[in-house]
Structure formats: structure tokens, C-alpha cells
T-cell receptor, first 113, second 114 residues
Framework: DAGVTQSPTHLIKTRGQQVTLRCSPK?????VSWYQQALGQGPQFIFQYYEEEERQRGNFPDRFSGHQFPNYSSELNVNALLLGDSALYLC????????????FGPGTRLLVL | DAKTTQPTSMDCAEGRAANLPCNHSTISGNEYVYWYRQIHSQGPQYIIH???NNETNEMASLIITEDRKSSTLILPHATLRDTAVYYC???????????????FGRGTQLTVWP
């Protein structure tokens, strides 16, 4: 049974570019949450997708957007990259919208130069 | 916003029990206590959660005080592979606008020594 998978594992971009990160949830899960983890900090909630809609959003600008597909996989898009967007981006999946246990993927390390 | 307080760091000798404390004095009646750990540069790993009763699984035990204002995660026989940052998180369950998110603080860096 595959757990949560994310791609790519590492990515290097320059300021102003756009990036798309991908996540496949654990088998049987239909809810995907995205988190950003800066170096030395705990993960910060970006948003959550359920039934192909954004259901909750943390304190992140509109440059951060997402999508969920019918097969429950999800994408995180970041436009107009800033140096401060350099971080580990984590995807977590769970079953249902009601706050069940979230299981995390290995993350995508983004470096913005 | 994180609702928990944890020590910044702790040490433990290999083979001994590691007891990681967490204060959550403002916890509500319907909020659970969750524990995750994160080994360097990997995704957080779910360990255990509980509401008011003590819980045990293959990884750890969770002891929650009767007033639910604090809890302790116990790793009964720590190994070098248990070296990680441990996060204590309080969250609700059920449908609601903010229940889906996890609020991570800085956690406790546990170092297990040989």
C-alpha cells in the first residue's frame, strides 16, 4: 500500500518564475492538505482540498494556488517566486474533511535563487 | 496558532525510556492531542493521538493527565533512529472551518545517545 507520494523531490527556480508541485494521496484518502516548512521552523498550513475544492486556507498570499483532481491527487502552484518561498513543501492526506489523522509525504525541497 | 508548549530539546540514552512532555492548558473538551515526529528533512511521521484516555501503539504510549492540560509521549526503549523533532499538536475533529489544519510549533529536538 503506497503512502503519500510527492514530486519532484528537489527543485531549483529563480525569482519571478512559477512552480508546480504534485502530490498523490495515500490509498483510500480523499483530502489533501499542503504545508510550507521554512528552515528551522515547524510546518505552516497553506490550504486543504476536498471534493476538488479549496476548503480551508492559511495565511498565504494568492500567489499560492492549488487544484485537486477527480482521482484525489493535487497540485500546488506558486507564481512570481520570491527568495522567501524557499522551503520544504509538504503534502498530507486524510480521509474525509472532518479532521481525521493526516499522513505526510516526503516533501519537495524548493530553492529559489 | 500553536496551543502547546514543549521543551526545546531533550536527551536520552539508547535503550532507556524517553518521556516527552507537552503542556496544552487551553485544550477544549472536543480537542485531541496528536504527536508527530520529523527526522531531518523528511516529512512528519504520525505517532499517536488521544482524547482523554491513555493510548498505546507499536511506536509509543500517550499519557494524558486527568484535567487534560498536559500529556507525555513515552518511547519505551529509545534507539538512535528515534532522534528527531517531536511535535505535540492539539486539534479538533468533525466538520468545521479550521478543523482540518494542523498547527505546528517548534517541537522538541530529542537526541538519543549511544
Amino acid at each position: 500500500d503506497a503512502g503519500v507520494t510527492q514530486s519532484p523531490t528537489h527543485l531549483i527556480k529563480t525569482r519571478g518564475q512559477q512552480v508546480t508541485l504534485r502530490c498523490s494521496p495515500k490509498s483510500g484518502h480523499d483530502t489533501v492538505s499542503w504545508y510550507q516548512q521554512a528552515l528551522g521552523q515547524g510546518p505552516q498550513f497553506i490550504f486543504q482540498y476536498y471534493e476538488e475544492e479549496e476548503r480551508q486556507r492559511g495565511n498565504f498570499p494568492d500567489r499560492f494556488s492549488g487544484h485537486q483532481f477527480p482521482n484525489y491527487s493535487s497540485e500546488l502552484n506558486v507564481n512570481a517566486l520570491l527568495l522567501g518561498d524557499s522551503a520544504l513543501y509538504l503534502c498530507a492526506s486524510s480521509s474525509g474533511q472532518g479532521g481525521k489523522t493526516q499522513y505526510f509525504g516526503p516533501g519537495t525541497r524548493l530553492l529559489v535563487l | 496558532d500553536a496551543k502547546t508548549t514543549q521543551p526545546t530539546s531533550m536527551d536520552c540514552a539508547e535503550g532507556r525510556a524517553a518521556n516527552l512532555p507537552c503542556n496544552h492548558s487551553t485544550i477544549s473538551g472536543n480537542e485531541y492531542v496528536y504527536w508527530y515526529r520529523q527526522i531531518h528533512s523528511q516529512g512528519p511521521q504520525y505517532i499517536i493521538h488521544g482524547l482523554k484516555n491513555n493510548e498505546t501503539n507499536e511506536m509509543a504510549s500517550l499519557i494524558i493527565t486527568e484535567d487534560r492540560k498536559s500529556s507525555t509521549l513515552i518511547l519505551p526503549h529509545a534507539t538512535l533512529r528515534d532522534t528527531a523533532v517531536y511535535y505535540c499538536i492539539v486539534r479538533g475533529q468533525g466538520r468545521g472551518s479550521t478543523l482540518g489544519r494542523l498547527y505546528f510549533g517548534r517541537g522538541t529536538q530529542l537526541t538519543v545517545w549511544p
